[in-house]
C-alpha cells in the first residue's frame, strides 16, 4: 500500500467519521427537543393533579 492509498483510506474514514458525527449532533438537537416537550407535559400534568387533589380536599371538607 502506497503513500497515495493510504492518504486515500484515511480521507474516507475522514468523511465517514464526520457524517457519524452530524448524524450524532442532529440526533442530540432532536433529543433535547424531545425531552423538553416531556418536561413540559410533565408540568402540565403535575398541575393538573394539584388542582384535583385541592378540589378532593374541599369536597371531603365539605362532606365534614
Same mark, same amino acid.
Do not use: C, P, Y
Given at each position: 500500500?502506497?503513500?497515495?492509498? +493510504?492518504? =486515500? !483510506?484515511?480521507?474516507?474514514?475522514? =468523511? ?5 458525527? =452530524? $448524524?450524532?449532533?442532529?440526533?442530540? %438537537? ?13 408540568? !402540565? $400534568?403535575?398541575?393538573?393533579? &394539584?388542582?384535583? &387533589?385541592? +378540589?378532593?380536599? +374541599? $369536597? =371531603?371538607?365539605?362532606? %365534614?
Amino acid at each position: 500500500m502506497d503513500i497515495d492509498e +493510504r492518504l =486515500e !483510506r484515511l480521507t474516507q474514514r475522514h =468523511e465517514a467519521l464526520t457524517q457519524t458525527v =452530524e $448524524l450524532l449532533t442532529k440526533d442530540l %438537537s432532536d433529543m433535547k427537543v424531545l425531552v423538553n416537550d416531556i418536561a413540559e407535559g410533565t408540568a !402540565r $400534568l403535575l398541575h393538573v393533579a &394539584e388542582i384535583h &387533589e385541592k +378540589r378532593i380536599g +374541599r $369536597l =371531603e371538607d365539605e362532606k %365534614s
